[in-house]
């Protein structure tokens, strides 16, 4: 499991503490930390979970093959991809929490977000 240590790039030690998240892990943004995607980033992860107060900017592609919880901030830029995978008995999206703190922001010229 990886939990932001501070703000910064997703591929970055520091932002992690010592490590940024391998395939497979599970990720937590911390309160107070935003983090943002890296341009080359191709590995997959489990479940990610924004608390409240974090925040995750969204600029590039995000793998998961379980689900994305938003308890703080998703901020998605023009063009940044969330793909998702996993069978039948896994659950797997986007959840954005019933609470007040939890926010999604997308950006771009269509304003309707594409599915397949």
């Known amino acids: 499991m990886a939990t932001s240590a501070q703000s ?3 591929d970055s030690g520091a932002t992690w503490g010592g490590t940024a998240p391998l395939a497979g892990e ?3 943004i911390a309160n107070g930390h935003t983090v943002f995607t890296a341009s080359n980033d191709s590995k997959q992860y489990a479940d990610v ?3 409240a107060g974090g925040i995750l900017v969204s600029q590039h592609k995000l ?3 379980g689900k994305l919880s938003v308890f703080g901030t998703l901020h998605q830029k023009s ?3 969330l793909e998702f995978t996993g069978d039948d008995n896994q659950y797997h999206g986007v959840w ?3 609470v007040e703190t939890a926010h999604h922001i997308a950006e771009g010229s269509d304003g309707m977000p594409t599915t397949k």
């Open 63 to 65: 793998l998961m093959a």
């Open 79 to 81: 063009g940044s991809v």
């Open 26 to 28: 599970t990720v937590t």
């Open 96 to 98: 954005i929490e019933n």
């Open 49 to 51: 979970t924004i608390s």
């Open 8 to 10: 910064g790039s997703w």
